[in-house]
């Protein structure tokens, strides 16, 4: 069965900081990629997908993502955060050709201003 | 970006009474939505996949006669919790796959089965 696995619970930086967050999925096909972000009191919107095309993806607010196949992970990126990313990231991942997506547990990110 | 609503965002309800939560896609039509439910400090847990004019897809360890699918038109689908139980009491969470695959949310509807 397909899984996703987000090393990281829980992440406290200072602002300024760099930010990477782990996922890794478990399926040997076509995948599509995703990852998500939930600010306190609101809804999950999305940061970034990947489907095809350049593996290093970019999305809103600065982050960024790089597909690494032989590793099956899709790990988030930000060179500098900020106060305003505390939030919960989320990595999904779906298989090419259908629309059921499967989370991770998520990532709590806490920046200290 | 899209928008989907949920609603109600809230709901109270006495055990053994059911509850219906409505997800529309507000400018799109969406033939295919889904339903997640997330515990605390859990993540996401597809529930269910409603498509529009057929029978909802039960993932494994849902019981569908609990969880009532409806998915009547291209904007709508509705989630009954029948016979609530406080063990039914969780955030439910629906969205719709927009145009280019991608997943758009609604702001969840906590649910507290008293």
């Known amino acids: 069965a397909q899984s996703v696995s987000q090393h990281n619970h829980h992440v406290i930086l200072s602002e300024a900081a760099s930010l990477e967050l782990g996922c890794n999925y478990s399926?040997?096909?076509?995948?599509?990629l995703f990852w998500y972000v939930q600010y306190p009191g609101q809804h999950l919107q999305l940061l970034l997908k990947?489907?095809?095309?350049?593996?290093l993806v970019k999305g809103i607010k600065g982050f960024e993502a790089e597909f690494i196949k032989s590793k099956f992970s899709f790990n988030l990126r930000k060179p500098s955060v900020q106060w305003s990313d505390t939030a919960e990231y989320f990595c999904a991942v779906s298989t090419s050709g259908t629309y059921k997506y499967i989370f991770g547990t998520g990532t709590r990110l806490k920046v200290l201003a | 970006g899209a928008v989907v609503s949920q609603h109600p965002s809230r709901v109270i309800c006495k055990s053994g009474t059911s509850v219906k939560i409505e997800c529309r896609s507000l400018d799109f039509q969406a033939t295919t939505m889904f339903w997640y439910r997330q515990f605390p400090k859990q993540s996401l847990m597809l529930m269910a996949t409603s498509n529009e004019g057929s029978k909802a897809t039960y993932e494994q360890g849902v019981e569908k006669d609990k969880f009532l699918i409806n998915h009547a038109s291209l904007t709508l689908s509705t989630l009954t919790v029948t016979s609530a139980h406080p063990e039914d009491s969780s955030f439910y969470i629906c969205?719709?796959?927009?145009?280019?695959?991608?997943?758009?949310f609604g702001e969840g509807s906590r649910l507290t089965v008293l």
């Open positions: 990947y489907f095809s095309g350049d593996p």
């Open positions: 969205s719709a796959r927009g145009r280019t695959g991608e997943l758009f």
């Open positions: 399926y040997g096909g076509t995948v599509n």
